[in-house]
T-cell receptor, first 112, second 113 residues
Framework: AQSVSQHNHHVILSEAASLELGCNYSYGGTVNLFWYVQYPGQHLQLLLKYFSGDPLVKGIKGFEAEFIKSKFSFNLRKPSVQWSDTAEYFCAVNAGYSTLTFGKGTMLLVSP | EPEVTQTPSHQVTQMGQEVILRCVPISNHLYFYWYRQILGQKVEFLVSFYNNEISEKSEIFDDQFSVERPDGSNFTLKIRSTKLEDSAMYFC???????????FGQGTRLTVV
């Protein structure tokens, strides 16, 4: 069975600081990797995804993530956060067309 | 941009009562899902639905839960006799054929008192 762990439950940053949110997964086979974001009062939105190819994937709003197979990691990064990035961020995996397995989420608070 | 919509956004119900959570998936999607998130915990898979039947369900999805696509547009989750521990945010999602990406609704917060 797949599992996903996100290292931080809460992260507080000032605007313009750099962001890295950790995500590790456990699964023996090929996986698809996702980062979702949930802004306050809104639905889960896909930030970016990795299926195959270049392990550095770029998503919306300046976010990127790097898949490191040897470390079973898919960390989310943004060089300079904005107040509007305040949200909860979820890492998720699936194998093929199977259902998503989510991490617990990381609440990011960006102070202006 | 098409999106998944869920109603109501918040429902309060008494223990033992039945609740129906409603979802309108994106119109050309064929796969439908319910997930839930108990406060402070992970988003957990409940059930997936394809071709008018359940394709996969988790151990959480016991006999008190059921899903239905009554009219070709709505996708509902029914909880027959709610328990306090059913209090959670329930997310509906839908996906296209041949795609592993799921599109989520904004969730229904269910509070059982």
């Amino acid at each position: 069975a797949q599992s996903v762990s996100q290292h931080n439950h809460h992260v507080i940053l000032s605007e313009a600081a750099s962001l890295e949110l950790g995500c590790n997964y456990s699964y023996g086979g090929t996986v698809n990797l996702f980062w979702y974001v949930q802004y306050p009062g809104q639905h889960l939105q896909l930030l970016l995804k990795y299926f195959s190819g270049d392990p550095l994937v770029k998503g919306i709003k300046g976010f990127e993530a790097e898949f490191i197979k040897s470390k079973f990691s898919f960390n989310l990064r943004k060089p300079s956060v904005q107040w509007s990035d305040t949200a909860e961020y979820f890492c998720a995996v699936n194998a093929g067309y199977s259902t998503l397995t989510f991490g617990k989420g990381t609440m990011l608070l960006v102070s202006p | 941009e098409p999106e998944v919509t869920q109603t109501p956004s918040h429902q309060v119900t008494q223990m033992g009562q039945e609740v129906i959570l409603r979802c309108v998936p994106i119109s050309n999607h064929l796969y439908f899902y319910w997930y839930r998130q108990i406060l402070g915990q992970k988003v957990e898979f409940l059930v997936s639905f394809y071709n008018n039947e359940i394709s996969e369900k988790s151990e959480i999805f016991d006999d008190q839960f059921s899903v239905e696509r009554p009219d070709g547009s709505n996708f509902t989750l029914k909880i027959r006799s709610t328990k306090l521990e059913d209090s959670a945010m329930y997310f509906c999602a839908s996906g296209r054929a041949g795609s592993t990406e799921a599109f989520f609704g904004q969730g229904t917060r269910l509070t059982v008192v």
